[in-house]
């Protein structure tokens, strides 16, 4: 499989600044001037805060073949495009139509990079020897971190691709999705992440359905969300199986660390009902690819999480910290604090503020205080700011509730309240930073 560079001026529109063009196949292409290799090509992405084309002199100087850039730049080897970022999602998709690999793509609400890794788990035991699943790393699910990973697929090495795929907008994820063609779709849910941006759970569910805008085969989608599958009816015509605990073509039963699904049984790699529904999408995903399910059944499933997402570690003082700071959607928060409440002992719910949420923040920080008053937590401690006190204002059953101006506070209240047998959960969005705290506790008490 290969591209030349004839090829790229057809794929992108683009116009070389040289002659004669190398009908030979191009190389690897970077966005990162500082660790371009030679032969590689220097593609000069422009954003709110750095410009690419201020490196191409150095991305030459390290050994680069070509670069693309959208404005000519005099004694280098230019292909010069009106986008370059719409290039590098061209080439792409260009790149990902040679392959016949399997692509399954996800996206959701909430549960979106778990869902990712339970799906790339569960395929790594149909990979052919010495093949492997090829899935987005860390938080590539964007315009850029897309393009780079379907740019990455060998049929060398890969049997499967699954891409996560993240939102912000509206067009967003169909930009993505025609970019990825996928074989199979997955809709973990639709909630409240970003409502701020797109106003109403309806447009998030019309927004998070553009993925269904360029499938190839299967929609996979939550059969418990109503929202969900209504809208998804009015976008697609073609093949759909859900799952579910309650409802759903893929239903399954939890019985203690395993779930069931007609005859068969595999251990659960994470405790919660969400995370159970997030490995149902993966068992969906299986029979969507015609896969015999036998095959995945009563065998260890590992899981390569980011750091703050279910991640329970234990502290020296007998305690156990949940943490939960990758970030927060509200569905995610109360995702967390049921599963903080399913594990035994004493619990603390650390939490910061909940954000994009616009016009609707205030009532849904005080349905994370409801959810809390519910649950009947123990302790409640927050980083106060105009959000968290509309959570104070609504856990009203709480023993011992603090406001704390900042973490350092925070961490002096945990040392001196948690004891042996605690359980705390630390949840807020990324930009709040609870990951710091959690560093400076593990610092104190591993």
């Known amino acids: 499989m290969t591209i030349l560079?004839?090829?790229?001026?057809n794929i992108t529109k683009g116009q070389f600044n040289f002659q004669p063009i190398p009908n030979e196949p191009i190389g690897l292409i970077s966005t990162d001037s500082r660790t371009i290799q030679p032969g590689q090509i220097f593609l000069a992405l422009r954003g709110e805060k750095f410009d690419g084309h201020q490196f191409v002199s150095q991305a030459f100087e390290k050994g680069a073949s070509l670069a693309i850039v959208d404005n000519n730049i005099p004694y280098h080897r230019c292909l010069v495009v009106e986008n370059t970022l719409n290039a590098y999602q061209q080439i792409a998709r260009s790149w990902r139509q040679q392959f016949n690999i399997p692509v399954i793509a996800v996206t959701g609400s909430a549960g979106k990079t778990t869902t990712k890794e339970m799906i790339s788990s569960l395929l790594q035991f149909y990979c052919s020897p010495g093949k492997t699943?090829?899935?987005s790393q860390a938080?590539?699910?964007?315009?850029?971190?897309?393009?780079?990973?379907?740019?990455?697929?060998?049929?060398?090495y890969h049997d499967?691709?699954?891409?996560?795929?993240?939102?912000?907008?509206?067009?967003?994820?169909?930009?993505?999705?025609?970019?990825?063609m996928p074989n199979v779709a997955v809709i973990t849910n639709i909630g409240t992440a970003?409502?701020?941006?797109?106003?109403?759970?309806?447009?998030?569910?019309?927004?998070k359905c553009e993925i269904l805008h360029h499938l190839q085969g299967v929609a996979v989608l939550n059969g418990e969300d109503e929202l969900l599958l209504k809208t998804a009816q009015q976008k697609w015509k073609g093949k759909t199986i859900t799952y579910g605990l309650d409802r759903g073509d893929i239903r399954g039963t939890i019985n203690d660390n395993t779930v069931k699904i007609e005859q068969y049984t595999w251990h659960l790699p994470?405790?919660?009902r969400h995370n159970t529904l997030n490995f149902l999408a993966g068992i969906a995903v299986l029979s969507a690819l015609n896969l015999d399910l036998v095959q995945s059944t009563n065998k260890p499933i590992e899981l390569n999480l980011p750091q703050g997402r279910s991640n329970l570690i234990t502290l020296k003082n007998g305690a156990s910290l949940l943490d939960e700071t990758y970030?927060?959607?509200p569905e995610a928060v109360f995702a967390s604090l049921h599963l903080l409440k399913s594990i035994p002992g004493r619990h603390w719910a650390v939490l910061g503020a909940m954000k994009e949420l616009?016009?609707?923040?205030?009532?849904?920080?005080?349905?994370?205080?409801?959810?809390?008053?519910r649950l009947g937590l123990y302790g409640l401690i927050v980083l106060a700011d105009k959000d968290t006190e509309e959570i104070i204002k609504t856990a009203r059953s709480v023993v011992k509730l603090f406001s704390c101006k900042n973490k350092e506070d925070i961490l002096e209240i945990l040392l001196m309240e948690v004891k042996t047998g605690d359980v705390i959960l630390c949840k807020a969005s990324r930009s709040i930073g609870l990951d710091q705290l959690v560093t400076k506790l593990l610092d104190t008490m591993q």
């Open 270 to 272: 994470l405790p919660g």
């Open 327 to 329: 970030n927060a959607s």
């Open 194 to 207: 970003h409502i701020g941006r797109l106003g109403s759970q309806r447009n998030i569910a019309e927004a």
């Open 358 to 373: 616009g016009e609707h923040s205030s009532i849904l920080h005080q349905e994370v205080g409801k959810t809390i008053d």
């Open 133 to 135: 699943v090829h899935r």
């Open 5 to 9: 560079y004839s090829n790229l001026a």
């Open 160 to 180: 499967f691709v699954v891409v996560e795929m993240g939102m912000r907008g509206k067009g967003e994820i169909d930009r993505l999705s025609a970019m990825a």
């Open 139 to 156: 938080n590539f699910n964007n315009d850029i971190g897309v393009a780079k990973t379907l740019l990455e697929i060998d049929a060398r």
